[in-house]
């Protein structure tokens, strides 16, 4: 959830760089001329509204925190963007964008929408994030700075999410499947930079994920890092480290993540290459 860079993928959900799209243009105007539609708040939440009342407190107790306004875009299908269900790159003077998947929102999806609500109230805290120094994202993984941006938010956000009784160990089986259908089995000498940096991220979040509904687990009895012992174990004492520091740091205040991202870019080598800033 970057502010956007001249290089980055343009909010409009176009396909193109920002700076051969939307840069200097009236970005609305340019939403309509894509025939890329946005919608009422009430009528995208109006079903999982009426149908979850745990969405229902969360939105609210949660929703009078985001003070500038809020755009639903509906993902097309032949948009051309790579982007699915959730907060897009936003630019300064402009409303925070969310794309959905459905009009409206469908009742399994209310983890989803909150999920991204309470990312944007991250935002008006003031919390930091990991991002690409100008000029140099297109050498690396475009999924780099996400990774190690959500180690740290997703925690932070299950974390306030479960306080309203969302389903959270649901979420994180089937998120596991994912994952691990995502990473693979293929011998470790062999993984990009990238994808040890993808691995060592999800041991780490996963546990603090777990932890939030079971605060006694133990890194080695979560599910999926135990599938991560058994085919990638020469990663995990790297893996612990970062663990083990994240928790010595605690990861509650905006001051607090900028430690640790700052000790994982040294760690990881990348000073050249990733940056801190705002959201």
């Known amino acids: 959830m970057n502010r956007v860079s001249r290089n980055d993928l343009c909010p409009c959900m176009s396909g193109k760089k920002y700076k051969n799209c939307c840069l200097g243009k009236d970005f609305l105007e340019e939403l309509e001329k894509q025939n890329l539609k946005y919608y009422d708040e009430e ?12 969405f229902n407190i969360f939105y609210e107790n949660e929703r009078q925190k985001i003070k500038r306004e809020l755009l639903w875009l509906k993902k097309t299908i032949d948009s051309g963007a790579n982007m699915s269900y959730g907060t897009l790159p936003f630019i300064e003077g402009n409303p925070y964008c969310i794309a959905v998947k459905n009009v409206p929102i469908l009742l399994e999806e209310s983890f989803e929408a909150a999920h991204e609500l309470q990312r944007i109230i991250c935002l008006e805290e003031g919390f930091k994030t990991v991002k690409f120094k100008e000029g140099v994202e ?54 990009s930079p990238d994808h040890v940096v993808f691995i060592t ?33 020469g990663l995990v004492p790297f893996s612990k480290t970062i663990l083990k520091f994240v928790e010595e740091v605690g990861y509650d205040t905006p001051e607090k993540i900028e430690t640790i991202f700052d000790n994982m870019i040294n760690a990881l080598k990348l000073e050249e290459v990733l940056a801190i800033g705002i959201i």
């Open 43 to 54: 009528y995208i939440l109006s079903k999982v509204k009426r149908e979850s009342q745990y």
């Open 138 to 191: 297109g050498n690396y993984s475009s999924l780099l700075c996400r990774v190690i941006n959500d180690m740290i938010y997703d925690p932070i956000i299950d974390n306030r999410l479960i306080k309203y009784g969302f389903n959270l160990n649901d979420h994180y089986k089937k998120d596991d499947e994912i994952q691990i259908k995502t990473i693979g089995i293929q011998p470790i000498e062999s993984l």
């Open 201 to 233: 991220t999800l041991y780490v979040k996963k546990t603090l994920e777990l932890r939030n509904i079971y605060p006694n687990i133990n890194d080695e009895e979560v599910e999926f890092n135990k599938w991560i012992n058994k085919n990638y174990n």
